[in-house]
Nanobody, 116 residues
Framework: QVQLVESGGGLVQPGGSLRLSCAASRSILRIDTMQWYRQTPGKQRELVADIRSAGSTVYYANFAKGRFTISRDNAKNTVFLQMNSLKPEDTAVYYC?????????WGQGTQVTVSS
């Protein structure tokens, strides 16, 4: 079992920045892939970015490239999502997801609202 707890969401103006954190209950080096998803009402959850423990390979959705950065602090068992140049369409609940083998674990989500 892996517990994931997100934090860092909030209200920000367009063009602003937020840094989301996802704290894991175990070493993230033992979690194959750490991911950030987001979801808006009536839409499917979509992958934002991920980072693999092996080789630190990262992936970004097209809408995230150049604006969002995923990173991790292995000593703190925490993964971050730095979000810059935020747009109103980035408004969503952001979820952390950890993959261990065939198992996936979700955090409770953190709300990000981009509005003036």
């Amino acid at each position: 079992q892996v517990q994931l707890v997100e934090s860092g969401g909030g209200l920000v103006q367009p063009g602003g920045s937020l840094r989301l954190s996802c704290a894991a209950s175990r070493s993230i080096l033992r979690i194959d892939t750490m991911q950030w998803y987001r979801q808006t009402p009536g839409k499917q959850r979509e992958l934002v970015a991920d980072i693999r423990s092996a080789g630190s390979t990262v992936y970004y959705a097209n809408f995230a490239k150049g604006r969002f950065t995923i990173s991790r602090d292995n000593a703190k068992n925490t993964v971050f999502l730095q979000m810059n140049s935020l747009k109103p369409e980035d408004t969503a609940v952001y979820y952390c997801h950890g993959v261990v083998g065939e198992d996936g674990y979700w955090g409770q989500g953190t709300q990000v609202t981009v509005s003036s």
